[in-house]
């Protein structure tokens, strides 16, 4: 099968287009025909190993010392079940299924084999598959943080990030959830936000992010790019500030929790099951939840792709087409 592998750590043109061994799908696995993966920020930080310092060393060890231990790169797909092992009950040849493979990467490829009790579930049946391939990483992230923080019907929630893949998804969720919810993005993206829902949108580049006349409940950020002292000051007394991108607190951050009753959410990876992508599975159906695709690419120009995506201004999601016809 083809799939696309880097043997070393550095620019986007480490990736190359190779013929590699299908996968056999184990008793607990089904082989899935890729349709569509993404190009996410993980997959970019794991191909160029750009993270933070504290991280370099548990990083090394994860991703690999001298060259990466996972050759294929990709962390969520869409596509079609081809085989399945031999103690498999929840699907059957020919479904139709999406999947988050943060674990163990490998969407960058014609077939995967995904575990049964994986992270995996049948796809919406209303959107393509390259739409359903930009669901299971930054939907099930935002619904996570959200769930976390106890986002409930009429708390006040600002996204930082609002055009973004998490981002996009958070002002969806939370407003499903009932909240009034500001977004803050760029001058380009303030008409993309209002249409996902958002009740308010700032502007940062003609609005001061720290002269907000407001407090939240709950503080999203999804981008690491605003002030966090701008972020505790409009946060409400028992409100939660949620970092997304950012793991470890730095000393504000914890001077902030031993004084205040004002709670921190830090980066984390959302449980590895099913529970999610079938919850998320249903708004969009139902229609209360958008994906928000930037741009298509096939799989030849995956350069390209990440060559777009390691700018920084990618609106939504970044879509790899496996197949021409999704």
């Not at 349709?35 to 160029?48: L, M, P, Q, Y």
């Not at 980066?267 to 994906?291: I, Q």
Request: proline share 4%.
């Amino acid at each position: 099968m083809k799939a696309i592998v880097y043997s070393r750590y550095g620019p986007p043109d480490v990736l190359e287009v190779k013929q590699v061994k299908k996968p056999i799908p184990k008793d607990n696995e089904i082989l899935v025909k890729v349709k569509a993966t993404t190009v996410t920020v993980a997959d970019i930080r794991s191909r160029s190993f750009t993270v933070p310092p504290a991280f370099w060393l548990p990083a090394r060890i994860t991703l690999g010392l001298r060259q990466p231990k996972k050759e294929i790169l990709g962390m969520e797909l869409a596509g079609e079940v081809e085989l399945i092992g031999k103690n498999v009950k929840k699907f059957k040849k020919g479904d139709q299924v999406f999947a988050a493979t943060l674990t163990d990467f490998g969407a960058y490829a014609e077939y995967k084999c995904l575990k049964e009790d994986g992270p995996v579930a049948i796809k919406p049946s209303n959107i393509s598959f390259g739409e359903a391939a930009a669901i299971p990483i930054g939907a099930r992230t935002a619904l996570y943080f959200l769930r976390k923080a106890g986002i409930k019907s009429g708390h006040d929630v600002l996204v930082y990030g609002a055009s973004g893949s998490v981002g996009s998804y958070a002002v969806q969720i939370a407003k499903y959830l009932g909240a009034n919810v500001t977004g803050v993005c760029s001058t380009s993206n303030l008409e993309l936000v209002k249409s996902l829902g958002a009740d308010k949108v700032i502007d940062y580049t003609a609005e001061d992010f720290a002269n907000i006349d407001e407090t939240y409940d709950g503080i999203f950020e999804a981008v690491n790019k605003s002030s966090f002292s701008v972020c505790i000051k409009l946060l409400k007394k028992n409100g939660t500030y949620i970092n997304v991108t950012d793991p470890l607190p730095n000393a504000q951050m914890l001077w902030t929790k031993m004084t205040t009753n004002k709670k921190l959410l830090l980066s984390r990876n959302s449980p590895e099951t099913s529970e999610a992508l079938n919850f998320l599975k249903e708004l969009v159906e139902m229609g209360k939840l958008k994906v928000l695709v930037d741009r298509y690419y096939s799989f030849d120009e995956i350069v390209e792709a990440h060559r777009y995506v390691e700018k920084g201004h990618k609106k939504g999601n970044v879509v790899i087409n496996v197949e021409d016809n999704n």
